[in-house]
């Protein structure tokens, strides 16, 4: 078993939908959980975090935790063709070694 | 702004040459700093833990001896790809935590596309 997994995807939404992205992860002593935005050809860029249950909006942004059921999404409202991209979901596990762990991301395409 | 750096941004190089990827955060000090790889459509490697003062820590299955990572300072870590050839060819992305974000945030740098020909 993967330690995060995200669906590869693609998923395809119509432009002013909301896409809705999801994640489990495996330690179930992880703390911190991120979402990253992976342009093509670019690095990834820090879109969201979340440290306690419950829901964390920033925007059309809007992330989800659940540590009972080892699920964290992301769900973007009022998709946009900009926001074609891969998104990662990371999880900072229990160590003391500031690694993440990535999931393999999934790829979203927003459709005009 | 950016607030972690990479140079350079792009390299070519011939197989069997040495190639050195600089990383530096640019408005705080990182004690630690992360080297991942990525081949396309793949997700990000953990390569290494680069820790200022002290030998770098390497992922399983990571050469030491052809990612050589030497952290010299609290604001740079540099990465060299010793005798590099085509299949070293990927794109190389540092990172750093952040002290003053959550715990385990990390902000990237733009990344270096290393090609060997």
């Known amino acids: 078993q993967k330690e995060v997994e995200q669906n590869s995807g693609p998923l395809s939404v119509p432009e002013g939908a909301i896409a809705s992205l999801n994640c489990t992860y495996s330690d179930r002593v992880s703390q911190s959980f991120f979402w990253y935005r992976q342009y093509s050809g670019k690095s990834p860029e820090l879109i969201m975090s979340?440290?306690?249950?419950g829901d964390k909006e920033d925007g059309r942004f809007t992330a989800q935790l659940n540590k009972a059921s080892q699920y964290v999404s992301l769900l973007i409202r009022d998709s946009q063709p900009s926001d074609s991209a891969t998104y990662l979901c990371a999880v900072h596990g229990s160590s003391n070694t500031g690694k993440l762990i990535f999931g393999q991301g999934t790829t979203l395409q927003v459709k005009p | 702004g950016a607030v972690v750096s990479q140079h350079p941004s792009r390299v070519i190089c011939k197989s069997g040459t040495s190639v050195k990827i600089e990383c530096r955060s640019l408005d705080f000090q990182a004690t630690t700093m992360f080297w991942y790889r990525q081949f396309p459509k793949k997700s990000l490697m953990l390569m290494a833990t680069?820790?200022?003062?002290?030998?770098?820590?390497?992922e399983q299955g990571v050469e030491k001896d052809k990612f050589l990572i030497n952290h010299a300072s609290l604001t740079l870590s540099t990465l060299t790809v010793t005798s590099a050839h085509p299949e070293d060819s990927s794109f190389y992305i540092c990172?750093?935590?952040?002290?003053?974000?959550?715990?385990?945030?990390?902000?990237f740098g733009p990344g270096t596309r290393l090609t060997v020909l």
């Open positions: 680069s820790n200022e003062g002290s030998k770098a820590t390497y």
């Open positions: 979340i440290y306690s249950n």
């Open positions: 990172s750093a935590p952040r002290t003053s974000g959550g715990a385990g945030e990390q902000f």
